[in-house]
């Protein structure tokens, strides 16, 4: 580290060990003197300075993909593999120290013009993705930081009524699917947690379904909850329990021929049975989860108590559905209005 002198102004020369290479910094000094000050103060600051870990864009997403692997659901890491695929086609594969404040909002402003939901959707798998690269050690501040996604509009949440349901269920022919969105009708259980659920976690005696972590599971919050049984459900589980069981073995509550069945599988068997009892196309399987809580905020169930069945993180997302109720509300609240009211007199006029 040395000092040089360039049309007047003393600069500091050094070689950065983060990128491996030489670096030159103006100290805005003509005097020699302060030049010397400078160089004492930076040198020291480097010196003081916590040493982090040089990494490009792709050799990170492989470390903090593996990381959502076996931490995170199977989704959520497709998600990640997405979000930095879209992001190292845009900007290279140049290290996290690169990415810019000018870079990343020229990224997300491109993305967000192409694809508004794609850029919420990168901008929260990278942002925290980059906040694990800090507490690595790859980066010091989150280049997404000052990055603001604007606003989406707010999209009226689908309900399937319990009419539109029963619809469903007599177009499925197959037992086991037929009951598996009986269960999640009845539950708001997530689809993963369905699949991975084990007759260990079901005490038919006590009334209560565990929804847990285990060896090869994990939730989307890291935490257990207990979803009492209704009738519908022990009818469900009471067919369902096998005639002979070790009940100390893992034995999935959901099976094709003995398997645990695949997610995606079940999803198509939804859609395919939603198309055949000719109801709207959008309908897909975690609105049974949506339709749960709407069934529930109907029946004036307490948010918290809500919250607490579905296992919710952020209680405004259970609030999302009872304003779907709430609006439902004003509108027979306004019909009231019309019971008097002289309708023919009005078109006279």
Known sequence: MFLLKRNSIYYVEYLDSEEN????VSTN???????????????NNLRIKKPFKHIFLDEYEKQ?????????????YRTVKLSFKQLIEFTGNISLSKLTYPLMDKFFTQTFNRTQQGALTYYRALKSAFNK?????????????????PKLPEKINLYISENEF????????NQTLNDLFLFAYNTGARLSEITNLKWNSISLNEGIIKIENSDTFTTKSKKSRI??????????????????????????????NGVKFNNDYVSKQFKKAVKRAGLNNNYHFHLLRGSFITNLAKRNVSLSAIQKLVGHENIRITEKHYLSVQNETLIRAMKTLEVNFNMEKLNAR
């Open 21 to 24: 290479r030489i670096r030159r």
């Open 29 to 43: 000094q003509r005097i020699k003197r302060d030049a010397v000050k400078f160089l004492t103060d930076f040198e």
């Open 64 to 76: 903090y993909a593996e990381y959502i692997k076996t931490n995170l659901s199977a989704k959520y």
């Open 133 to 149: 690269a800090i507490l690595w050690e790859h980066i010091q501040l989150n280049p997404l930081n000052k990055i603001r996604i």
């Open 166 to 173: 029963s619809l469903i269920i007599d177009r499925t022919e």
């Open 227 to 256: 979803i009492p049984i209704n009738a519908i459900l022990f009818e469900v589980l009471k067919r369902r329990l096998p005639k002979v069981m070790d009940i100390s073995k893992d034995i999935y509550a959901f099976t094709k």
